[in-house]
């Protein structure tokens, strides 16, 4: 599995963008790199997924590196309700397994 | 409707005794999942089925046995429960073809007295 390392925290204001650094260095080739959320007392959620292009979804968007060695989740508007810890996931091929770290909560404020 | 839907929600309990989180899922999907959440947050797969098959294991005690009746459920049966099993399970599915989102239920908060 490969590592993750991302920042234990961040803090945004509302409706400002947010870019939600991870470092994976040892992501394999074939890995995809997912992006998860759990906003308070519930299950995590689905964020969005790439592996080599950039991706854009309703939720948010994925840069992610020439090398691949990091990734970047861009919320481009932060609301109160995106307040939760993202975590992102390198993945063999699909979200059979996915291997949590200890992700990055987000604090926006009002 | 709820994609993935857990019950008990929340589950107070002795040790010792024996119980069991049911989960349901109504997306057609063909793999389901358990996880564990314990008191430090941390988020740690427990088993995977595929179509009612065993794929994924990860070293749980004997006393957790999922129960997979048909593909749209998959259940966890806990035996003689201890103090340390208190955390919030998380029952998921997803799709096997391809890279796809999983999706989670709202969890079940156990707590063993």
């Known amino acids: 599995d490969a590592k993750t390392t991302q920042p234990n925290s961040m803090e945004s204001n509302e409706e400002e963008p947010v870019h939600l650094p991870c470092n994976h260095s040892t992501i394999s080739g074939t890995d995809y790199i997912h992006w998860y959320r759990q906003l308070p007392s519930q299950g995590p959620e689905y964020v969005i997924h790439g592996l080599t292009s950039n991706v854009n979804n309703r939720m948010a968007s994925l840069a992610i590196a020439e090398d691949r060695k990091s990734s970047t989740l861009i919320l481009h508007r932060a609301t109160l309700r995106d307040a939760a810890v993202y975590y992102c996931?390198?993945?063999?091929?699909?979200?059979?397994?996915?291997?949590f770290g200890k992700g990055t909560k987000l604090t926006v404020n009002p | 409707d709820t994609a993935v839907s857990q019950t008990p929600k929340y589950l107070v309990t002795q040790m010792g005794n024996d119980k069991s989180i049911k989960c349901e899922q109504n997306l057609g999907h063909d793999t389901m999942y358990w996880y564990k959440q314990d008191s430090k947050k941390f988020l740690k797969i427990m088993f995977s089925?595929?179509?009612?098959?065993?794929?994924i294991n990860e070293t749980v005690p004997n006393r957790f046995s999922p129960k997979s009746p048909d593909k749209a459920h998959l259940n966890l049966h806990i035996n003689s429960l201890e103090l340390g099993d208190s955390a919030v399970y998380f029952c998921a599915s997803s799709s096997r073809q391809g890279p796809t989102e999983a999706f989670f239920g709202q969890g079940t908060r156990l707590t063993v007295v």
């Open positions: 089925y595929n179509n009612k098959e065993l794929i």
């Open positions: 996931i390198p993945t063999q091929g699909g979200s059979e397994k996915l291997v």
